[in-house]
């Protein structure tokens, strides 16, 4: 398991292979596109990701998310804290073409390496 300070980039293939589990935080700002959508850019993402092999040897990242942020309500435009709860699931490819072909219920991300950068793809599921 890896705790503490968690890394920039990490090798999902290494992890996967190790079925590792990463916990740990990353501070909000580090999440470029996210934080434009808070009124505060304070506090930290909490992780909890597992690695395994998937279907056909792919890394799946299974876990969650959660962090307290600062938003804008729509309705009456007062700000509000809200308790983000992302659970995570996610299959990594080699292509677009493998991405094509996975199951429409898969969820997945392009990786043509084994470094990925552990912000951007937790980024994309932030902001779903």
């Known amino acids: 398991m890896l705790t503490g300070p968690l890394p920039t980039r990490l090798d999902h293939r290494k992890m996967a292979s190790r079925?590792?589990?990463?916990?740990?935080t990353i501070p909000v700002d580090r999440?470029?596109?996210f934080s434009e959508l808070l009124t505060e850019v304070d506090g930290?993402?909490?992780?909890?990701?597992a690695f395994s092999r998937g279907q056909q040897g792919k890394t799946n990242i299974c876990g969650s998310a959660r962090a307290t942020v600062a938003l804008i309500c729509q309705?009456?435009?007062q700000p509000f804290r809200y308790e983000l709860d992302c659970k995570i699931s996610l299959d990594v490819v080699a292509s677009d073409t493998e991405m094509a072909e996975l199951e429409d219920n898969s969820s997945a991300i392009v990786c043509e390496d084994s470094e990925i950068s552990l912000a951007d793809f937790?980024?994309?599921?932030?902001i779903m």
């Open 19 to 24: 079925g590792q589990v990463l916990k740990g």
């Open 31 to 33: 999440f470029v596109r």
């Open 44 to 49: 930290d993402i909490d992780l909890d990701l």
């Open 75 to 77: 309705s009456c435009l």
């Open 122 to 126: 937790l980024e994309d599921e932030l």
